[in-house]
T-cell receptor, first 110, second 116 residues
Framework: GQQLNQSPQSMFIQEGEDVSMNCTSSSIFNTWLWYKQEPGEGPVLLIALYKAGELTSNGRLTAQFGITRKDSFLNISASIPSDVGIYFCAGHSGTYKYIFGTGTRLKVLA | DTEVTQTPKHLVMGMTNKKSLKCEQHMGHRAMYWYKQKAKKPPELMFVYSYEKLSINESVPSRFSPECPNSSLLNLHLHALQPEDSALYLC???????????????FGSGTQLSVL
């Protein structure tokens, strides 16, 4: 099925560093969602974005809905070891289909 | 409450067994979903129920049979599975209102299925 391009694919960072990842699409979306998934668990919704240009924060996480509606960005500030996991973006265009990104695997070195 | 509850957490079954996965939500959501996820890959859509009717079947083999007994419950019946069907099976729900501008998709914790 269709997938969104998500980058980077994986990253190792030092504790305390800031992290940035992004998701790009050839199609426009009305909604962007960001999830975190840990091994053996379901994805947990972190942030939902509904408007082009929207910037939304959830604690140390900040996400933006790109103005072209074809991309979205997630930033994590001052990373901590428990930020480890796979982060997925998902685009939604008003149907029941959510298109997922390929995932960014984050590993934090203490 | 944004909880989607799935049971069982883990399931091991033989290729001749019949088993069922269960999912429940009490958020008043009208759309419920089954996804299949292989390790390190994004979730893949299998089925969508909208207002208790099957809306989307992503060409899933008939050995997977979904059922929506009511607006809060979703089942996935499994029969004669193959080893390659081993995966994390995720249930999800969303408001499911046509034209809604603030849809969110909530996932359960999944059932890790191993087919021997």
């Amino acid at each position: 099925g269709q997938q969104l391009n998500q980058s980077p694919q994986s990253m190792f960072i030092q504790e305390g560093e800031d992290v940035s990842m992004n998701c790009t699409s050839s199609s426009i979306f009305n909604t962007w969602l960001w999830y975190k998934q840990e091994p053996g668990e379901g994805p947990v919704l972190l942030i939902a974005l509904y408007k082009a240009g929207e910037l939304t924060s959830n604690g140390r996480l900040t996400a933006q809905f790109g103005i072209t509606r074809k991309d979205s960005f997630l930033n994590i500030s001052a990373s901590i070891p428990s930020d480890v996991g796979i982060y997925f973006c998902a685009g939604h265009s008003g149907t029941y289909k959510y298109i997922f990104g390929t995932g960014t695997r984050l590993k934090v070195l203490a | 409450d944004t909880e989607v509850t799935q049971t069982p957490k883990h399931l091991v079954m033989g290729m001749t067994n019949k088993k069922s996965l269960k999912c429940e939500q009490h958020m008043g959501h009208r759309a419920m979903y089954w996804y299949k996820q292989k390790a390190k890959k994004p979730p893949e859509l299998m089925f969508v129920y909208s207002y208790e009717k099957l809306s989307i079947n992503e060409s899933v083999p008939s050995r997977f049979s979904p059922e929506c007994p009511n607006s809060s419950l979703l089942n996935l019946h499994l029969h004669a599975l193959q080893p390659e069907d081993s995966a994390l099976y995720l249930c999800a729900s969303s408001q499911g209102e046509v034209g809604a501008t603030n849809e969110k998709l909530f996932f359960g914790s999944g059932t890790q299925l191993s087919v021997l």
